[in-house]
């Protein structure tokens, strides 16, 4: 995966700015996706979150990273993670997550 590839950022804010809920929903649609991943799905020997779905913080909010490859692999869990937000009525950006500084 190239570190410039917008991904989509699911944010834990709601249009209208309010906090969205459960305070883990981020974990949770990151867990439920985890089986999708290069590769294809493995062993549960050890909980792992998928490097296509990743829960995060961005400055204090709760967020899921969504990259593109996602949408080439697996169109059908792409749309889930994508109706999720848009059930929910959750801000997305398109943006690229660069890595940190050492």
């Given at each position: 995966m190239e570190s410039t590839d917008k991904?989509?950022?699911?944010?834990g804010k709601t249009r209208d700015g309010r906090t969205f809920r459960p305070s883990d929903?981020?974990?949770r649609l990151a867990g439920v996706m985890s089986g999708f991943?290069?590769?294809g799905a493995r062993k549960p020997s050890a909980l792992s979150y998928?490097?296509?779905c990743v829960p995060t913080v961005l400055e204090g909010v709760k967020c899921v990273v969504v990259h593109p490859a996602l949408r080439e692999a697996e169109p059908?869990?792409?749309?889930?993670?994508?109706n999720f937000a848009r059930d929910n009525h959750l801000q997305t950006v398109e943006a690229c997550l660069l890595p940190e500084r050492p």
């Open positions: 991904q989509v950022f699911i944010l929903w981020a974990e991943r290069p590769g998928s490097p296509w059908m869990a792409w749309d889930f993670c994508m």
